[in-house]
T-cell receptor, first 116, second 115 residues
Framework: DVKVTQSSRYLVKRTGEKVFLECVQDMDHENMFWYRQDPGLGLRLIYFSYDVKMKEKGDIPEGYSVSREKKERFSLILESASTNQTSMYLC???????????????FGPGTRLTVT | AQKVTQAQTEISVVEKEDVTLDCVYETRDTTYYLFWYKQPPSGELVFLIRRNSFDEQNEISGRYSWNFQKSTSSFNFTITASQVVDSAVYFC????????????FGPGTRLSVLP
């Protein structure tokens, strides 16, 4: 079974703090993703990565950065947390098909971040 | 631009009833993939099914079945004899055939199965 783990289920941070959310997958997947989920807005893609040290912006990258130094680990960084970044953050991974195709994403349990 | 619509925001049924969750998508690509995910109260999205645009066969897996109709751009999900454990938010998603990076999720349908 694919396993995607996230470093924390719940996190409370203060405005202005630098926040690191860690995600690790154990299935040797090339693609990794960070989403945020908010009521009424669904899942929105923040960043994704298709290889080590590679990253692409998603729909809402402002205020976030990412790091992928190892294939199994994808970190989301909030450089200076703000209250509007209070949300559920979901990490996912999938195979990279090597051609025009798409594979299912497997999700971690999520991190509920509150910024006060 | 690709888009996924799940018109039903919330559905409530009584246990053992059948229920169908609707999903309508928009895409200009001829190659695309459709997915269903379940998000139980614990929060983790669970993958249920993947379908590519060239395979219109319906699929059945236990109490779950999926009806894919390209003519109406729909990919509906039916739960037969619903159970309380089916209570969750269900998401339909679309990915165009572009190396798997570009997923679009629908807004989700919250299903409540009452005992």
């Amino acid at each position: 079974d694919v396993k995607v783990t996230q470093s924390s289920r719940y996190l409370v941070k203060r405005t202005g703090e630098k926040v690191f959310l860690e995600c690790v997958q154990d299935m040797d997947h090339e693609n990794m993703f960070w989403y945020r989920q908010d009521p009424g807005l669904g899942l929105r893609l923040i960043y994704f990565s298709y290889d080590v040290k590679m990253k692409e912006k998603g729909d809402i990258p402002e205020g976030y950065s990412v790091s992928r130094e190892k294939k199994e680990r994808f970190s989301l960084i909030l450089e200076s947390a703000s209250t509007n970044q209070t949300s559920m953050y979901l990490c996912a991974s999938s195979l990279y098909p090597g051609s025009s195709a798409s594979y299912e994403q497997y999700f971690g349990p999520g991190t509920r971040l509150t910024v006060t | 631009a690709q888009k996924v619509t799940q018109a039903q925001t919330e559905i409530s049924v009584v246990e053992k009833e059948d229920v169908t969750l609707d999903c309508v998508y928009e895409t200009r690509d001829t190659t695309y993939y459709l997915f269903w995910y379940k998000q139980p109260p614990s929060g983790e999205l669970v993958f249920l099914i993947r379908r590519n645009s060239f395979d219109e066969q319906n699929e059945i897996s236990g109490r779950y079945s999926w009806n894919f109709q390209k003519s109406t751009s729909s990919f509906n999900f039916t739960i037969t004899a619903s159970q309380v454990v089916d209570s969750a938010v269900y998401f339909c998603a679309l990915s165009e055939g572009n190396y798997g990076q570009n997923f679009v999720f629908g807004p989700g349908t919250r299903l409540s199965v009452l005992p």
